[in-house]
């Protein structure tokens, strides 16, 4: 299995594994969804506000994160993991949490010093995320689900209460993924 940053030529592969992964667990309206947003992250958002990262098999994607900015009037340099997709068959075997903690390694390299997620709690606890809420880190957008808002501190053992609105990039500032 290949670890890698992700390029704008993989924008097509990789739309199509979100059209597959959530069409399949959730509805072909979801899948599209997800697909849209994962395309329009790697092929429209400027190069310093995202890091994407692919796992390959064999030349083919089998999985992909990205993690977007997220901005903070007062607040430390942030970015959030979303959206993820595992292809199906190899979901439960660790792949995701191993693509994961790749990526986040890769952001303390860069100097990321938080990061937010929203999500899955259960999975996402098992790569270093905690409950937050959205008045220690404020959301750019309305929680349906604010108990899936997720923080990790990439330069100390807990999280510090950020004032201030956040904004996030625009493929991500949709009030219906929120």
């Not at 994962?38 to 089998?62: C, H, M, N, P, W």
């Not at 303390?108 to 010093?113: A, D, L, P, Q, T």
């Not at 689900?145 to 956040?166: H, N």
Request: charged share 25%; aromatic share 8%.
């Amino acid at each position: 299995m290949e670890f890698r940053q992700s390029e704008k030529t993989d924008a097509d592969d990789i739309r199509h594994l979100f059209v597959k992964v959530f069409s399949e667990s959730e509805s072909e309206e979801e899948g599209e969804l997800v697909a849209n947003l994962a395309y329009q992250l790697v092929a429209e958002t400027e190069e310093s506000d995202i890091f994407g990262f692919v796992a390959k098999e064999a030349g083919e994607i089998v999985g992909c994160i990205t993690f977007s900015r997220l901005r903070f009037e007062n607040g430390p340099n942030a970015f959030i993991l979303s959206p993820v997709a595992i292809q199906t068959k190899r979901q439960g075997k660790g792949l995701g949490q191993q693509l994961i903690k790749f990526g986040i390694d890769r952001l303390k390299e860069s100097g990321v010093e938080l990061l937010v997620t929203y999500g899955d709690p259960r999975f996402y606890s098992k790569v270093g995320f905690i409950p937050v809420s959205v008045e220690t880190i404020p959301a750019p957008l309305k929680l349906n689900q604010p108990e899936g808002w997720l923080g990790q501190s990439l330069v100390s053992e807990t999280i510090i209460p950020i004032s201030g609105a956040s904004s996030c990039v625009s493929a991500l500032n949709k009030p219906e993924l929120w």
